[in-house]
């Protein structure tokens, strides 16, 4: 059964709260609850992080080698500026699948930089909390082919 950790970076426990407009209503709860019901029906197990602090986003990276098949990242802003983030995808060689709630081409020219990207099979941006399920399939289809 293919197992993927689904990783979240800062301020995303936010979600649903704050700045509608931009990230919707639905809670990263809400997203937990979809992503592992899509699992379900899709044969998969996943495991759901979130943390506002780069060293422990780091460590859940390494502690995903051996335990996981593949890793979707919404690093948050630490997309556009973390060496350390990408350093940790490219260190545990897991197929990585860089993921953000909005389309971050359409919005400031600093969120269009990103170090993930260096370093993921693909990108999936601007499909709000869908976009978790979207990477899942993309996932599980990239390690079946
Ligand atoms: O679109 C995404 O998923 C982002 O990763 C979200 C990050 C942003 O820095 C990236 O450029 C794109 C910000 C997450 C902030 O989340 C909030 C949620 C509610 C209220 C305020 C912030």
């Known amino acids: 059964m293919t197992s993927v950790l689904i990783l979240n970076g800062p301020n995303l426990n936010l979600l649903g709260t704050r700045q509608p407009e931009v990230y919707g209503t639905t809670t990263l709860d809400d997203i937990e609850t979809l992503c592992k019901n899509h699992a379900e029906v899709t044969g998969m197990t996943v495991e759901f992080h979130q943390s506002n602090h780069e ?3 780091v460590d859940n990276i390494h ?3 051996g335990r996981h098949d593949g890793i979707i990242l919404n ?5 556009h500026t ?6 940790a995808i490219s260190s545990v060689e897991l197929p990585a699948i860089e993921l953000h709630l909005s389309n971050v081409h359409a919005r400031e020219t600093f969120r269009h930089q990103s ?4 370093v ?9 909390a869908r976009g978790y399920v979207l990477a899942m399939d ?3 289809d990239h390690l079946e082919h």
């Not at 973390?82 to 350093?87: G, H, K, T, V």
Request: aromatic fraction near 10%; hydrophobic fraction near 50%; glycine fraction near 16%.
């Open 120 to 128: 993921a099979v693909g990108l999936i941006c601007g499909f709000g």
């Open 138 to 140: 993309a996932m599980k």
């Open 115 to 118: 170090y993930i990207a260096r």
């Open 75 to 79: 690093a948050g802003a630490y997309t």
């Open 82 to 87: 973390s060496i350390a983030l990408m350093d």
């Open 55 to 57: 060293g422990t986003l």
């Open 63 to 65: 502690n995903a080698r």
